[in-house]
């Protein structure tokens, strides 16, 4: 039935514990990585789509920024030339340029547009000298300039205030197709650019528009030029196609992301659902139209108003910043492209970004579970072949040993703990049976032994109660003998005590007191010898009485004054006048007071003892 009891396995139970327990640790290692990795993956996602942001958004400057820096070289160019008036340039003026029947003037025929610059003159313009000297400077800085940028730009070209233009752009004759009536002025490139619109005289860009000679949209970017009066005499320009960008704006993102571009004025320039609206509208959907649009609140266009205010446009290109829309769910990547300066917004939605963590994080548990499930195999293996096997082996020995079997060694040869436990094992049953062997003679010699000691402890037994008889006899007697003479002269002291008070006899009224005193300390020595043989035989007894404290003190006093002077010490006695009686026994206290002074004189000398 004890058996039973033992009938779960220790592998099985050590196996599930391991198991547990290092379910317990993955699950919690996991968990606490989870929510790390849901940060770290959100941080590291936002961090590279900023860095991708910077690096596109740089690459697309490029172009941008080439612009306005060939605008700035061909303005000093010119403003060095136009310093100086020609002649010569005055007359080259009538070889590259001629009035037309409608009135314009235009570029002498036949006009080769691959590697010549158009000119363009309306009706209205009064061509004099300084025109023509003008025109000419701006038709060789054109060539120069524009064929050598051909393949960056659609074109270059120089308007002029008085309705006219140079232009370079080798495909498509521009100057031939433009129509008499043409005004030039009224463009958006060059309006931009008057001292009205541009007071500071700086680069500017053009909102987008559908170039149908191009069939692309483009952005244009123009720097105006004054002369040395300060007066508006022209306005370099480039077209650049920005069709490109945003093919690229709107394919070449992030998977589950999208781009979106729009300027400082709020004007859509790539929105991946807008792109049918914004080259409807010729490039004048804003942010404002499509909060107008949305009355339903279902989405809040009123985050790129933010998202504006989010970076400084006119700042270096860095990683941005980044904007959160609750409403939308949607984080923002707000940057920017030098030169126009347009807002750059990479949106990342938040179900994308936790489609992103779960993926990961489902990668974590799955690992997480492998990891548990080969621990278990290897756990199991290690624990069956290493530890449940030798158990057994040990099991199996014990049980024979319990039935007595000495005889039977444990044959583990593993040099571990458990090879150990049975070589201690094999040790401790040789060494029991060695035990066994030596004990059962030693038990035959004890019973010898027990034997001839009873017979001695019994005649011992009579000897101590015959001593004791003895002892008592003797006490008896010795009491008797000593009490007798001793009571007679403690009688004979009072007696002679109380003759010499009669008779005015008071120094040996003292001595007669001392004697009395030592009597009866000796008595009491006595009777505590009496005492003892009493305490031995279990048979002491109080003798209480109502007794004055001051007496009993005095007499105390009297009886120990002979020892105290013995080492020269003095006795001081602090005893108060009303101390009064008390009942109990008097010889007990008389003795234990006298036992308790007798030992600080013996121990004292020359000194006080108090009292």
Sequence with gaps: ESRAIYNQSLAKITLMKTILAVGVIIFVCNGLGVIYLIKKVKDNTIKNVKIYTEVVVKKESKVFLDAQQNNQVIKDVLSDDLELNSIDDSKKFNQIAEKRSDGTTRNVLPFNDKNTPGIFLGKNVNINEEMKDRMVKFFNTTKSFGIAWKNHFVNTYIQIPENGIVIYMPNYPWTEKAESDKIVTTDESFQITTKENNPSRKTLWTSIYYDATQDNWMVSSVTPIDNLKGDHIGTIGHDILISELQKSTLEENINGTQNIIFDRNGRFIV?????????????????????????????????????????????????????????????????????????????????????????????????????????????????????????????????????????????????????????????????????????????????????????????????????????????????????????????????????????????????????????????????????ISKIEAGRMELYLESFDIKQVIKEIVITIQPLIEKNNNTLIVNCADDLGKMTADVTKIRQNMFNLLSNASKFTDHGKITM
Excluded: C
């Design 271 to 531: 929105h991946p659902n807008l792109m049918d609206e914004i080259k409807q509208s010729d490039g004048s959907v804003t942010i404002q139209d499509m909060m107008e649009k949305t009355k339903d609140k279902s989405y809040d266009w009123g985050i790129y108003l933010e998202l504006m205010k989010s970076i400084d446009v006119e700042a270096e290109i860095d990683q941005g910043s980044l904007v959160y829309s609750k409403q939308n769910q949607e984080y923002y990547v707000v940057n920017q492209i030098d030169g126009p300066d347009w807002y750059w917004v990479t949106v990342l939605p938040e179900s994308w970004l936790k489609r992103q963590v779960f993926i990961i994080a489902r990668s974590m548990i799955l690992v997480g579970v492998l990891s548990l499930a080969v621990i278990i195999l290897i756990m199991y293996s290690l624990i069956k072949n290493d530890i449940e096997k030798p158990l057994k082996e040990l099991m199996s020995a014990t049980d024979l040993f319990a039935q007595g079997n000495l005889d039977h060694n444990i044959n583990i040869k593993r040099k571990d703990e458990l090879g150990h436990l049975g070589f201690l094992f094999n040790e401790m049953a040789q060494k029991l049976k060695d035990s066994f062997n030596s004990l059962e003679k030693t038990n035959q010699e004890l019973e010898i032994r027990v034997k001839k000691r009873t017979h001695q402890l019994e005649e011992a037994k009579e000897m101590a109660e015959e001593a004791n008889r003895a002892k008592s006899s003797f006490l008896a007697n010795m009491s008797h003998e000593l009490r007798t003479p001793l009571n007679a002269i403690i009688g004979y002291s009072e007696l002679l005590e109380e003759e010499a008070e009669d008779m005015g006899e008071e120094e040996f009224v003292e001595d007669l007191k001392k004697i009395q005193g030592a009597g009866k300390h000796l008595l009491g020595l006595i009777n505590d010898i009496l005492d």
